[in-house]
């Protein structure tokens, strides 16, 4: 996996970074922004672009809302996990309606797999 750049990604995850969802900007901008460990937000890794990575603690942070419950959205996102997980990334996702109803454990729930992923 070519994990710094895919160069046809990159407006995309320009695109996305403009334009995040409303969880995306609340847990971005009242949580992961400030926080110790650096994340990025819409970080091309491969043929991906991830919502949130943090390259020191190897973790990816996906937000999903319902199209990823519905269909084919848990085989794509089974096969994106895999692809990722294979170049030693630990993927975490949470749904959306989460950050909306427990952010407070939300973030509680990604700063203890930060620093257990750190140990």
Request: proline content about 3%; charged content about 30%.
């Amino acid at each position: 996996m070519d994990r710094k750049h895919n160069a046809a990604l990159i407006p995309n995850a320009r695109a996305l970074r403009k334009n995040m969802t409303k969880e995306e900007r609340h847990l971005w901008y009242d949580f992961l922004r400030t926080y110790p460990v650096k994340f990025t937000r819409q970080k091309v890794l491969g043929k991906y672009i991830a919502d949130f990575y943090s390259a020191e603690a190897k973790l990816i942070i996906e937000l999903d809302g319902s199209q990823h419950y519905e269909g084919d959205g848990a085989v794509k996102d089974a096969e994106r996990t895999a692809y990722l997980e294979q170049y030693g990334l630990t993927v975490v996702r949470i749904p959306n309606n989460q950050v909306n109803q427990e952010f407070r454990a939300v973030c509680e729930y990604i700063d203890s797999i930060v620093k257990e992923a750190l140990r």
